[in-house]
């Protein structure tokens, strides 16, 4: 049967990631229609204001550090980096809940809901979960350790999807998607970092602070340049939560959110295996070699997505309102809206990675600023317009940009490409 064998390493890879990934993605996916009558839109209203501040926080949680894991050519180089990363990501939670603490009403009163008050205090927990395991998770894919990433992604979905339906059974409300999530990401992080230390225990005698030195300063560029890129595409996705709410309602972002998981999940999940396995092979490619991969990447990921937003973009609003309940309609609209900018989405994230490869984090900054303001000043001064009027523009808008950045991308692969004939 070896005939169905895939004899690419690189396809075996993705298919062994995307395996996992399927089954992780299913789960809350299948999970969902429940969800959607034990919760409420203002339930998920509240639990992406929670999101919307421990997302921004926790892309701090290693300096961006994780991403050198890839770069060395020697281990004990690459595990310095991951004790880098551990030791700034229990820095960056310890400030986390002194900030927490000190600014609870301030945070509170400027996301407008009072509820979510207690939960902050959940966030330097959340930070510290997602460090630990972004340091474990680049250290895993550097190893091609891609049964064990797969197997993480089907323990975090199992976790959280089974704490959701319990604790929304329970009535906990909003709580329970808090809780089931920040459960889950410890569950996940605590496999991953018991795995890479029964496998590769034997190299933690190479970490030493003289070495983590030179590591924090052989690779400054990611937190000095690739950090505010990271960040600023935070705050956008953050700032479109919390606008949402204050210019429309806790339940409007309830809907948004909802529209967002359906379909950036899954999606998420495939572009995230493609994107780690992607970044691995450029990593150790040669550099005129990125245009010929990149180019038939973006062949092959068009191929596979296209269909499935063309059919989000047309089938969106019935399929939400029959599986979700007539409640959500809204939310399969806006499912539909947003398909054009997620399918672009969807193909530019892996090949950002390239020009980390290149060291053109400035590129990745300057574009991600654009791609921050747009929507931000669409939803400050078009709200009156209407919900649904600011999310079409939006979506119009941020589709234009990633179109730019992928021939950019094309445009510096072209170079390499030239460079290395002569």
């Known amino acids: 049967m070896h005939i169905f064998k895939p004899k690419s390493e690189f396809t075996r890879n993705v298919l062994t990631l995307m395996t996992g990934t399927t089954i992780a993605q299913a789960i809350p996916i299948a999970i969902s229609p429940i969800l959607t009558r034990i919760y409420t839109p203002e339930d998920f209203g509240i639990f992406a204001l929670y999101m919307s501040i421990a997302s921004i926080l926790s892309l701090i949680a290693t300096g961006r550090y994780e991403l050198a894991i890839m770069l060395p050519t020697k281990d004990k180089d690459a595990v310095n980096i991951v004790a880098l990363s551990l030791l700034i990501s229990f ?60 197997t993480s992604k089907v323990i975090q979905s199992t976790t959280t999807a089974t704490s959701n339906l319990s604790m929304g059974f329970a009535g906990l409300g909003s709580s329970g998607l808090v809780l089931a999530m ?50 600023i595409d935070g705050i956008r996705l953050s700032s479109i939560s919390i606008l949402i709410a204050k210019n429309f309602t806790t339940a409007s972002l309830g809907q948004f959110s909802l529209a967002w998981k359906i379909v950036q999940t899954p999606t998420a999940l495939i572009g995230g295996s493609l994107s780690q396995v992607f970044f691995q092979k450029i990593a150790t490619a040669k550099k005129a070699d990125l245009y010929f991969i ?18 989000i973009y047309i089938f969106a609003e019935d399929i939400f309102a029959i599986v979700f309940g007539q409640e959500w309609r809204l939310a399969g609209e806006i499912a539909s809206i947003l398909s054009p900018w997620l399918f672009f989405n969807f193909l530019t994230v892996p090949m950002a990675n390239v020009f980390i490869v290149l060291n053109r984090q ?12 747009i929507p931000i000043t ?5 709200h009156q317009f209407g919900f649904i009027y600011v999310l079409n523009l939006i979506s119009l808008s941020m589709s234009v940009i990633l179109l730019v950045y992928i021939g950019l991308i094309f445009i510096y692969t072209q170079k390499e490409k030239n460079n290395g004939l002569y």
């Open 378 to 382: 669409i939803l400050l001064t078009l």
């Open 182 to 231: 920040v459960l889950g990401q410890g569950v996940v992080a605590s496999f991953l970092a018991q795995r890479v230390y029964n496998k590769d225990k034997s190299i933690i005698k190479d970490i030493n602070k003289i070495k983590i030195l030179i590591m924090l300063k052989r690779y400054k560029k990611l937190p000095i340049v690739n950090l505010p890129n990271a960040l």
């Open 362 to 373: 400035e590129i990745i900054l300057l574009v991600s600023l654009f791609y921050m303001l």
């Open 91 to 150: 820095f960056v939670s310890f400030i986390a809940l002194l900030i927490v603490s000190v600014f609870n009403t301030q945070i509170t009163s400027l996301l407008g809901n009072s509820d979510i008050s207690s939960w902050l205090y959940f966030i330097p927990l959340t930070v510290l979960l997602t460090g630990i395991y972004q340091s474990f998770n680049y250290w895993s894919n550097r190893k091609k350790e891609y049964k064990r990433l797969a």
């Open 294 to 311: 990149v180019k038939k990447f973006l062949f092959k990921s068009t191929l596979i997505s296209l269909p499935i937003f063309l059919f």
